[in-house]
């Protein structure tokens, strides 16, 4: 069974950065596109970023040019850079394949406030 472990989150002021960790079992990411998804109170969870096998990244346009995805195919580990924080970024981050085809770990909380 494939498990996810998201991590990296925490507390930062707007304009900050973090940089979230996803570690996936059985080896997926190196077969599949892999996607960091996040929900914040009281929404649907929404796609972030996708990076394919070959390493051709998507971002959402609510993060372009500020957050980065990428991947460690040896250490089947995701990552998730982000700058220039937002308080709408505020939310919990998912690591999954893209499409979603596992369960969802426990997210990771990431709160941008002052």
């Known amino acids: 069974q494939v498990q996810l472990v998201e991590s990296g989150g925490g507390l930062v002021q707007p304009g900050g950065s973090l940089r979230l960790s996803c570690a996936a079992s059985g080896g997926i990411f190196s077969r599949k596109a892999m996607a960091w998804y996040r929900q914040a109170p009281g929404k649907q969870r929404e796609w972030v970023a996708t990076?394919?096998?070959?390493?051709?990244?998507n971002y959402a346009d609510s993060v372009k040019g500020r957050f980065t995805i990428s991947r460690d195919n040896a250490k089947n580990t995701g990552y998730l850079q982000m700058n220039s924080l937002k308080p709408e970024d505020t939310a919990v981050y998912y690591c999954n394949t893209r499409p979603p085809l596992y369960s969802w770990g426990q997210g990771t909380q990431v709160t941008v406030s002052s």
């Open positions: 990076i394919t096998t070959t390493g051709i990244t």
